[in-house]
């Protein structure tokens, strides 16, 4: 299965292109099946109806851990390194996950989960996270994770969308020098949601909790009842291919997030598959990923891609600056680990506090790095490669969305040859295309283009759940025929793609994705605000800052105080990683005769560029881009 040199790659990906089907049958045979597939796959993407592996039958637990059992019961499954660098950190070997993993599917049970059923997880960084995971999936329930940065009214959102009866979550979650208090925010959330009959808390940071009689249980009695009545396994639920496996919520350009809908077969083959290739994964490498869990990025390669593999992943709970810029090379030191996965805005901030948090460190054992979450500038790129690669680590600059279940665009470690800034070439399976305006697909090297994807592949979302028409609006409805990614990409004269970020309302701060309309709305509903426009502007670190113009004519308090209350408002409704960097107060919003704020205008003055705001001839007001303009923060 392994790709051996660029010729080989350029081999197999013609095959995966000229014999999809075959290319993926064979993927799949070296994945454990109970049962194997009656037709590859059937698909349109009109309505869009994908499916792949009909009529197999898996869990995808049995992948990630029982069959690992006989060869690599004693390799650590997962190695995590707590928030605080004085307190131990922990190694799961697979025979102890696995053990964990079946004693909290039978807490599960007992709580009343089954089949079918969506189970909201809103946790720290730490094991039980992973085993949550799992251990929904070993009974066929169908998680959600929400990421810790969420705000109640957010898990609120995600938790009646998808109709959860049940909450994983702690007392309280590390990071940095902070706590954040998780079961008081979900137990804010749940005020809003009926549907929730138990609640399952972990115990971390042992602040005080409100435990609710009849709802509220703790994670560590529920395991003590499993161990009194004995049970040791927990059979894995036969899941259909096609059955969900997970929900995971993202940001679009319109509305309220959607729930991006992942199936057993495909995404497990899909996971697996890309995490070997791309990072070449050797038995015996330590592997870390330094993404959170709820994102796309930690359920692939933290949990489900790595440990499909038998790989050992390292999961850690705080942060890169933590208690000092040097946390994350003090990690590869005491582990020794072999391949770090990150983002460019971490190697940014990291950048920016020179090479002192470097010295002393032994980062020897680094074979390989990759990136991932946005665009990699090239002095990133280059500090990445010199002063953490030593310029002997082949960087994988890994392009994928959460819609895609894994990784689609990016070099295979050690075998594509690298340029900066380029996330190369499709994995074997991709069909990458430049489209223009039109749709019209655009041959050839040296352009640019909306970067589409012709062909399905196992990983690719089924639906967005509750709401099959927004799926096929949002991603196969602005060109027929093909997935539309939202991203804009450039192919040069040896056929690499670059990516040049989004082309639509999307932010991508700090490679988390922000929608520009959930941003506004939240604004607006601070009391004193009339309406607001959301855009993004270059940021050294983030990549990508928030600057919103607000339109607040009764403000009752000084300007600084009103800015910081309407901080507090977008920290309310969606979450802190939400807040604005900057905040304008206008008088008015340049829109045209017919009403629609102009972007384009307010993008050029947040970005500073003022020189050319281009066509201004529509304009209902002229005068008020002349006052944003002279108030450019
Ligand atoms: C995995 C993940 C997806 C959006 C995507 C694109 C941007 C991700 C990138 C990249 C350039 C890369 N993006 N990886 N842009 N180079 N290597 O991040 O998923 O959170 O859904 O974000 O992130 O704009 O459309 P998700």
Redesign the pocket.
Known sequence: MKITSFDHYKEVYKHSVDQPEDFWAGIADSFLWKKKWDKVLEWNFKEPNIKWFQGAKLNITENCLDRHLETLRDKPAIIWEPNDPKEDHRVLTYRQLYKKVCQFANVLKNNGAKKGDRICIYMPMVPELAIALLACARIGAIHSVVFGGFSAQSIADRILDAECNIVITADGGFRGNKETPLKSIIDDALVRCPSVQKVIVLTRTRTPVAMIKGRDVWWEDEIKKVETQGIKDCPAEEMDAEDMLFILY?SGSTGKPKG?VHTCGGYMVYAGYTFDTSFQYQPNEVYFCTADIG???GH?YIVYGPLSQGATSLMFEGIPTWPDAGRFWDIVDKFKVNIIYT??TAIRSLMSFGEEPLNGKDLSSLTKLG??????NEEAWHWFDEKIGHGHCPIV????????GGHM??PIAGITPLKPGY?SLPLPGVQPVLVDEKGTIIEGNEVSGNLCIRFPWPGMLRTTYGDHERCRQTYFATYPDMYF???GCSRDADGYYR????VDD?L?VS???IGTAEVENAINMHSTVVESAVVGYPHDIKGQGVYAFVVSPNMHDDPELTRKDIMMTVARIIGAIAKPDKIQFVSGLPKTRSGKIMRRILRKIAEGDTSNLGDTSTLLDPAVVEEIKAGAL
């Open positions: 993202t991006v994102w796309i990025t692939s983002a460019p990136s991932v979450g946005e665009p990699i600059d890994t392009w994928w969305q959460t819609e895609n665009i990016t996330a990614t939202g991203d990516i040049t970020g989004r999307v991508n490679g988390h994705r």
